[in-house]
């Protein structure tokens, strides 16, 4: 078990570029979810995936937002069109079942100048 | 909606106890989970409570959970230097794919 992996750590993009980050969860998780955490808050629930199924979208999730699970193992998180309000850290974690805990990557962190 | 809440900034000296606060909305909440961030870091679970329980001890931790006022507290027992972290509160509610909402946060300044 090696954790939940992000990838990258870091991306600093200029306004109106696409962007796409990876996640890794922890494997036979078959559940896994994008989160987004802004300064001083706490994590806002993106989206979630149950295999390669997308159950759930927040309303955080403009039209510029897109993740996807092909063949639900790893996850995609793409931007585009980047604005500076999209900066923030940027959250994957799994979960082996409904109940259980979220287990998080260490995140993205997402700079748009 | 679901709504978590917590105090922002908790002052402790080291070696004292630590009890952090969250209050909650969703009656149907199902587990609620206390999670712990460093700086640069995700979220790394430090405990949690099925809703029918009231209290869970594990080791410096203690979680009180009062169903009826939708409370829950994280006692750290002997607080050190290296607790000093944000804590977050969450719930996992009942309906739909059982969302887990996080409250705001509650900054941990451990003092030697």
């Known amino acids: 078990d090696t954790g939940v992996s992000q990838n990258p750590r870091h991306k600093i993009t200029k306004r109106g570029q696409n962007v796409t980050f990876r996640c890794d969860p922890i494997s036979e998780h078959n559940r896994l979810y994008w989160y987004r955490q802004t300064l001083g808050q706490g994590p806002e629930f993106l989206t979630y995936?149950?295999?390669?199924?997308?159950?759930?979208k927040s309303r955080l999730l403009s039209d510029r937002f897109s993740a996807e699970r092909p063949k639900g193992s790893f996850s995609t998180l793409e931007i585009q069109r980047t604005e500076q309000g999209d900066s923030a850290m940027y959250l994957c974690?799994?979960?082996?079942?409904?109940?259980?805990?979220?287990?998080f990557g260490n995140g993205t962190r997402l700079t748009v100048t | 909606g679901e709504d978590v809440e917590q105090s922002l900034f908790l002052s402790v000296r080291e070696g004292d106890s630590s009890v952090i606060n969250c209050t909650y909305t969703d009656s149907s909440s199902t587990y609620l989970y206390w999670y712990k961030q460093e700086p640069g870091a995700g979220l790394q679970l430090l405990t949690y409570i099925f809703s029918n329980m009231d209290m869970k001890q594990d080791q410096r931790l203690t979680v009180l959970l009062n169903k009826k006022d939708k409370h829950l507290s994280l006692r750290i027992a002997d607080t050190q230097t290296g607790d000093s972290a944000i804590y977050f509160c969450?719930?996992?509610?009942?309906?739909?794919?059982?969302?887990?909402?996080f409250g705001t946060g509650t900054k941990l300044q451990v003092i030697p």
């Open positions: 974690a799994s979960s082996p079942t409904g109940n259980s805990p979220l287990h």
């Open positions: 995936f149950q295999n390669e199924a997308q159950l759930e």
């Open positions: 969450a719930e996992r509610g009942s309906g739909g794919y059982q969302k887990v909402t």
